[in-house]
Structure formats: structure tokens, C-alpha cells
Antibody, heavy 116, light 108 residues
Framework: QVQLVESGGGLVKPGGSLRLSCAASGFTFSDYYMSWIRQAPGKGLEWVSDISSGGKTIDYADSVKGRFTISRDNGKNSLYLQMNSLRAEDTAVYYC?????????WGQGTLVTVSS | EIVLTQSPGTLSLSPGERATLSCRASQSVTSNYLDWFQQKPGQAPRLLIYDASSRATGIPDRFSGSGSGTDFTLTISRLEPEDFAVYYCHQYGSSPWTFGQGTKVEIK
């Protein structure tokens, strides 16, 4: 079955960096757009970034532009999010999801906490 | 960007009752590209409805979506115990894609 598993979250100090990964299985990864969406504790959902199937078309939310970089390795069926210059307001559960517009399914999420 | 406003914030209902959730957009949603997600505590969101009114695979027919332009509705015809959750609308007609703030459906 289609499965997405995120990893790489953790506690990081303000200004620090973290790289999230999303391992995909059960579908032809290279055929699909992929997205990152985040959810701050107790809050709603915020789209973060997406990347086309071949990796050539990328888009970011203004809140992360210039600090986060999305990438993918179709040979490894994996999606990544490099997060630099992290701020307290980046604290959230980060989900990867298959698709760009219709997002299904989602992974279980990985928690990123930015705190000193 | 398109702002989605969901109402009410919380809906207190009993099992078997009908739930009507609203999502209003600050401007018209292109091609009615709006969907609805359900999220339970500690779980990822699950797609219920896409393109305003199409049910996603495996979603029971008690869930239905309607609306167009700026006003959209998710209806749960008869609430089952497993339907008590938070529901989010999401538009993907205009970048950046945006989500509503959510409606919590709780047991009365």
C-alpha cells in the first residue's frame, strides 16, 4: 500500500539547521509531485513547499523562502526538506504528502522543535 | 493569498445528528479547487472531499461536499462516533495553497 514515512525531526536551537526526509513506498514515486505541510502545536495546517516529479519545478511559502530547500531523489524514493536559519515559529509537525493539489496520502509527521 | 474562514469554530452534536460545516473564501476559488480533510488527535489529515464535491476513495457516502465560488459546505448526514474530529478546508486553485483554521466537531 502507499506509505510515506518522515524522519529527521528533533530539537534544534534558533538559527540552527535540520534536514527532514520522507521515504515513499507502494507507488511510482517519480511520477508524482510531492509536498511538505506543517502544523504548529495546537494550530492549523500550513503548506510549506512542493516539488515536481522530476524536481525541476519548486515552490515555497513566503514564510520559508530563502531558508528552506526542498529536494528529491527518485532513485531512492525519497523527499527531503533542508531547513536552515530555523526560528521558534518553525516549531511544528512536518508532514510530507503525495501530490501538489490533491494531497493523498500524508505521512505520520515528524516533530521539529526550535528552542534554546 | 486566499484566506479561508471556517465556521463554526466548534460544533457540538450528538451521534446520529447532521453536521454542516462552512468554509468561506476571501475570493473566488478557481475551478472550485477546494477539498476537505478530517484530522483526529495524533493523526495525519485524511482527504474526504476534493474538487468541492467529489468523495475520495473509501470515504463513506454520509460525507458530502457542495458549493462554488467563495462558499463551500461539508455535510455529514448522520454522525458516527468515529466522525468526531477536526475538519479543515483547503484551496488549491491559487498559489499559495491555503487552509482554513478548522472546525472541531465534538460530542455533545
Amino acid at each position: 500500500q502507499v506509505q510515506l514515512v518522515e524522519s529527521g525531526g528533533g530539537l534544534v536551537k534558533p538559527g540552527g539547521s535540520l534536514r527532514l526526509s520522507c521515504a515513499a513506498s507502494g507507488f511510482t514515486f517519480s511520477d508524482y509531485y510531492m509536498s511538505w505541510i506543517r502544523q504548529a502545536p495546537g494550530k492549523g495546517l500550513e503548506w510549506v513547499s512542493d516539488i515536481s516529479s522530476g524536481g525541476k519545478t519548486i515552490d515555497y511559502a513566503d514564510s520559508v523562502k530563502g531558508r528552506f530547500t526542498i529536494s528529491r531523489d527518485n532513485g531512492k524514493n525519497s523527499l527531503y526538506l533542508q531547513m536552515n536559519s530555523l526560528r521558534a515559529e518553525d516549531t511544528a509537525v512536518y508532514y510530507c504528502a503525495r501530490g501538489r493539489t490533491i494531497l493523498v496520502p500524508w505521512g505520520q509527521g515528524t516533530l521539529v522543535t526550535v528552542s534554546s | 493569498e486566499i484566506v479561508l474562514t471556517q465556521s463554526p469554530g466548534t460544533l457540538s452534536l450528538s451521534p446520529g445528528e447532521r453536521a454542516t460545516l462552512s468554509c468561506r473564501a476571501s475570493q473566488s476559488v478557481t475551478s472550485n479547487y477546494l477539498d476537505w480533510f478530517q484530522q483526529k488527535p495524533g493523526q495525519a489529515p485524511r482527504l474526504l472531499i476534493y474538487d468541492a464535491s467529489s468523495r475520495a476513495t473509501g470515504i463513506p457516502d454520509r460525507f458530502s461536499g457542495s458549493g462554488s465560488g467563495t462558499d463551500f459546505t461539508l455535510t455529514i448526514s448522520r454522525l458516527e462516533p468515529e466522525d468526531f474530529a477536526v475538519y479543515y478546508c483547503h484551496q488549491y486553485g491559487s498559489s499559495p495553497w491555503t487552509f482554513g483554521q478548522g472546525t472541531k466537531v465534538e460530542i455533545k
